[in-house]
């Protein structure tokens, strides 16, 4: 069993930064793919950014590239996610992933919101 918390979502200002957590227990952290997605009301949840288990490679969705950085720090159990020059369609609930793998169902956080005023 892994269990995920994200942390770090609010209220900012279109142009503003948060950073998000995304703090992990249970098996070995530092073995598994994690993401983050997202989920505005009405809206399906999409996928916002990845990065790889030992953090060699991200991935990042269009609407999204050159503005946020994903990032994982192992010896904390922690993935972050640092998001700039916010603009109000960027809010929503951000969920932190990690992915069905080898016999693994994948897990899902709570969610933290996000709220982007203009």
């Known amino acids: 069993q892994v269990q995920l918390v994200e942390s770090g979502g609010g209220l900012v200002q279109a142009g503003g930064s948060l950073r998000l957590s995304c703090a992990a227990s249970?098996?070995?952290?530092?073995?598994?793919?994690m993401g983050w997605y997202r989920q505005a009301p009405g809206k399906e949840r999409e996928f916002v950014a990845g990065i790889s288990w030992n953090g060699g490679s991200t991935s990042y969705a269009d609407s999204v590239k050159g503005r946020f950085t994903i990032s994982r720090d192992n010896a904390k159990n922690t993935v972050y996610l640092q998001m700039n020059s916010l603009k109000p369609e960027d809010t929503a609930i951000y969920y932190c992933?990690?992915?069905?793998?080898?016999?693994?169902?994948?897990?899902w956080g709570q969610g933290t919101q996000v709220t982007v005023s203009s």
């Open positions: 249970g098996r070995t952290f530092g073995t598994y793919n």
């Open positions: 992933n990690v992915p069905p793998f080898r016999g693994s169902p994948g897990y």
